[in-house]
């Protein structure tokens, strides 16, 4: 993960200073690319420590269509809390406390803890709107019907493989808005396959790129669905390319990003899928082993809302 570090330097080097929606403020570079060999292991970051169950569940999440929080805090996943909360706080005309304050983290911990247990509550305020598991798995046609662009991409894969026409696209234009309600609109909004020699690449652009907390749970889980399709497909893991549009690092991570830099890279892991596995669709989180991951301590940092 050396290029990552890489990225990181050349954005802190020579990134422009921007303002943002979130009012923190970032300094930003104007795309910039990234290839992954997945023959040399899973590319997670070893100069922190990822958590991994988040990032799988997550990506499971997205498979199965869902855009409800629930699964996510059932499964004690919290990276999707802090936007409904938000929307749930604006909703009830009540104040919305900075995000690092007691009041902020005590509020978020019940709302969190009722969409667990509150069936009309969770129906009501965990609904994240038509975002990625939804245009992923239920693309709305004009005509009132729905198409299901994981299942259609596989076959294109296993029928089609030199087909240039293997995309998914979460970015529905009629549906940005509906997205920004309670959740976000994609940021890692389209991604491409690609068939050669026996081995199935990916190719991801993501158009708002969140560097120090962000890029590395999008280059984990992508890396980790690529694996996943060429599983499903008989095909090898071949490369993952991100492809980043604004490239940021925001002012209120620098800190983080320092130390982060200061650290040397160790070896990546390996995943194992530990059972033979007919659809993608049909993954559980013990299927995967990620073997020989030793990375250093995670390093925290407050996420812009």
Not at 45 to 56: A, D, G, H, S, V
Not at 159 to 184: F, H, Q, T, Y
Request: with cysteine.
């Amino acid at each position: 993960m050396k290029q990552y570090l890489d990225y990181l330097r050349t954005i802190k080097e020579k990134g422009a200073k921007k303002e943002d929606r979130t009012g923190t403020g970032t300094v930003s570079v104007f795309g910039h690319q990234m290839r992954f060999d997945l023959s040399e292991g899973l590319p997670l970051t070893t100069t922190k420590k990822l958590p991994i169950k988040t990032i799988i569940h997550e990506l499971l999440w997205f498979l199965k269509g869902d855009s409800n929080l629930r699964y996510l805090a059932q499964n004690n996943v919290h990276i999707w809390d802090e936007w409904p909360y938000k929307a749930y706080l604006v909703r009830n005309g009540l104040p919305v406390p900075k995000t690092d304050s007691d009041e902020w983290k005590m509020g978020i911990a019940a709302f969190v803890e009722k969409i667990k247990t509150d069936d009309a509550f969770a129906k009501d305020f965990g609904e994240l709107g038509p975002i990625y598991g939804y245009q992923w798995r239920s693309w709305p046609t004009p005509k009132g019907g729905h198409i299901d662009q994981i299942a259609q991409v596989i076959a294109q894969i296993k029928n089609n493989p030199d087909s240039r026409r293997m995309i998914v696209s979460a970015w529905n234009v009629a549906d940005i808005e509906e997205m920004a309600k309670a959740g976000l609109p994609p940021c890692h909004c389209l991604f491409q396959f690609y068939v050669a020699d026996g081995k199935l690449s990916c190719q991801l652009y993501q158009r708002s790129c969140d560097s120090f907390l962000g890029v590395p749970f999008n280059i984990a889980s992508y890396a980790l669905l690529t694996e996943m399709i060429a599983h499903v497909t008989g095909l090898t893991p071949g490369e993952f390319i991100w492809t980043g549009g604004d490239c940021h690092i925001y002012n209120n991570h620098f800190e983080q990003v320092a130390e982060q830099l200061a650290r040397t890279p160790r070896t990546l892991p390996r995943l194992v899928i530990n059972r033979k596995v007919d659809s993608i669709f049909d993954f559980h989180i013990d299927d995967f082993d990620i073997v020989g991951y030793d990375p250093l301590p995670a390093i925290k940092a407050p996420i812009a809302v």
